[in-house]
């Protein structure tokens, strides 16, 4: 394959980071409305958080397909796929007239913006050297997409209802689906030959999955991202109920945690690169983990503050992850490998969304969010023992 221009490149990165700012977007605007999706549907918090487990599992699942088929017909088609899925299951979400049709929607959802991530790494990995700059950028849009689609949803779900505030990302969905059109080249699939079978070949999976280094490598993602899981899900709720605020005024601070989260992936990448994955990942659990404690512990709106600061720049693990994955897999497992690394880490990491609603619910949100404490303190333990003991993980 001839290099593409830097100019080529840079392009190219920005539309798939775009397509990754509105495919997570769309799932955000769920967890921004749910104060008043609780009270529309009168359902629990456990109900709606089985919904959003479904929706991420499913989102989960979908990753590993979706880097076979990248491998397959190249990442350019799969990408238009998926976002030509996702504006059409989010707008069929902002009609559904029942807690059971939502989770169904849910699930749709969960299904379309699935197929987008692994080939979108994919893609931004083959065009730069610098793999995990490059990545926190991708990565770094959906860090933004927290931003703006909580702060806009829970404001415009407030004033106008939570089914026009899902719409929206129906609308930004189908305007990221004409800049890929447009903008996004048709590179050569990395492996043509790649059979669909290859789906369904569970001993090549295990192969790959019990290799000591990539099995290291999921856990770290599935207790990271369980944090994630729970942040997205429930954190305006937390907010709302916990701490007091409003429904605007929560998915404000919701919006708070994803900006500092974006500028700080753009350093975790750096970081990575230039010194270790496994330094950048401990430094962001670290901070995570020293969020939730103000935000559980300090009552007064200084405890608020630092808290949401403290989350944000905590979470800036998912570029240095991401670049974990793609350091254990040669160029020929790049799709296959990584689609199946993410639907096996985040699979895990999607019990964070029912985990912490039934905790909530049957003890209350120190409960809830202590759970995140507990995973937290469990990938520091593993970062810290690969390290101390020179397992070479």
């Given at each position: ?125 083959r065009l730069y050297d610098a793999q995990g700059e490059a990545l926190g950028v991708l990565t770094a849009s959906g860090a933004v997409a927290g931003v703006v689609f909580p702060a806009?949803?829970g404001v415009v779900g407030v004033r106008y209802g939570w089914r026009i505030a899902i719409a929206l990302g129906a609308a930004t969905a189908l305007g990221a689906l004409a800049l ?163 639907t096996v880490y985040m699979l895990l990491a999607s019990s964070g969304s029912v985990v912490v609603g039934v905790l909530a619910d049957q003890g209350g949100w120190t409960a809830g ?25």
């Open positions: 394959m001839d290099r593409p221009s830097d100019s080529t490149r840079r392009t190219t990165l920005l539309s798939v980071a775009a397509g990754n700012f509105v495919q997570l977007g769309c799932r955000l605007l769920v967890g921004a409305v749910v104060p008043l999706l609780l009270v529309h549907f009168e359902t629990t918090r456990s109900a709606i958080g089985l919904a959003l487990t479904g929706m991420w599992s499913v989102y989960a699942l979908a990753q590993f397909p979706s880097g076979v088929l990248a491998d397959r017909f190249g990442e350019h088609l799969v990408l238009m796929g998926a976002l030509a899925a996702t504006a059409g299951s989010i707008a069929l979400l902002a009609l559904a007239p029942s807690v059971v049709v939502f989770a169904v929607f849910a699930l749709a959802l969960g299904m379309g913006a699935g197929l987008y991530f692994a080939p979108a790494s994919t893609l931004a990995t806009v949803g890929t059109a447009v903008t996004v080249p048709r590179l050569p699939p990395e492996n043509p030959d790649r059979s669909l079978h290859s789906v369904v070949d569970f001993d090549r999976h295990r192969r790959l999955l019990t290799r000591p280094s990539v099995a290291y490598s999921v856990a770290l993602g599935a207790l990271v991202g369980f944090t994630f899981q729970a942040v997205s899900s429930f954190f305006p709720t937390f907010l709302v109920e916990y701490r007091g605020l409003t429904t605007g005024t929560a998915g404000i601070a919701f919006g708070a945690v994803w900006a500092l989260s974006a500028v700080a992936q753009f350093g975790a990448g750096r970081l990575s690169d230039r010194y270790s994955r496994d330094t950048a990942i401990a430094l962001s659990a670290s901070i995570s983990l020293a969020g939730v404690v103000t935000l559980l512990a300090v009552p007064s709106t200084v405890g608020l503050l630092a808290g949401v600061v403290l989350l944000g720049i905590g979470i800036s693990w998912p570029g240095p992850i991401q670049a974990r994955f793609f350091d254990q897999l040669r160029d020929t497992e790049r799709g296959y490998g990584f689609g199946l690394l993410r969010m202590g759970s995140v404490l507990v995973v937290l303190s469990a990938c520091l333990v593993l970062l810290g023992a690969n390290r101390w003991y020179s397992l070479g993980l």
